[in-house]
């Protein structure tokens, strides 16, 4: 059985930082797209960036400039460091990722629980 587990959300002053963790653990063959995502109260989620195996990254304009996603193959885990955090990105943050497991030997998609981010003075 595959599973994702977040890490690194709480509360922090508007322009402060915080770094998410999410780390797979399982019978893992392989880890293909890495994402964070991201639902405010009373709102959809959201994407807020995708990392590929390669490394490529993609953000949502909203944090551009603000966020880095990265990876660690080695290690399946995923992070994303924000900086210069708004009120606005106050959500509760979820990572994804398209796992094949060696149960299966084909990719699925699987989610964290979320962790609450949390920008407020």
């Known amino acids: 059985q595959v599973q994702l587990e977040e890490s690194g959300g709480g509360l922090v002053q508007p322009g402060g930082s915080l770094k998410l963790s999410c780390a797979a653990s399982g019978s893992i063959l392989s880890i293909n797209s890495m994402g964070w995502y991201r639902q405010a109260s009373g709102k959809q989620r959201e994407l807020v960036a995708t990392i590929a195996r390669d490394g490529v990254a993609n953000y949502a304009d909203s944090v551009k400039g603000r966020f880095t996603i990265s990876r660690d193959n080695a290690k399946h885990t995923m992070y994303l460091q924000m900086n210069s955090l708004l009120s606005e990105d106050t959500a509760v943050y979820f990572c994804?990722?398209?796992?094949?497991?060696?149960?299966?030997?084909?990719?699925?998609?699987?989610w964290g629980q979320g962790t609450q981010v949390s920008v407020s003075s």
């Open positions: 994804a990722m398209g796992i094949v497991s060696f149960a299966t030997m084909k990719v699925s998609n699987y």
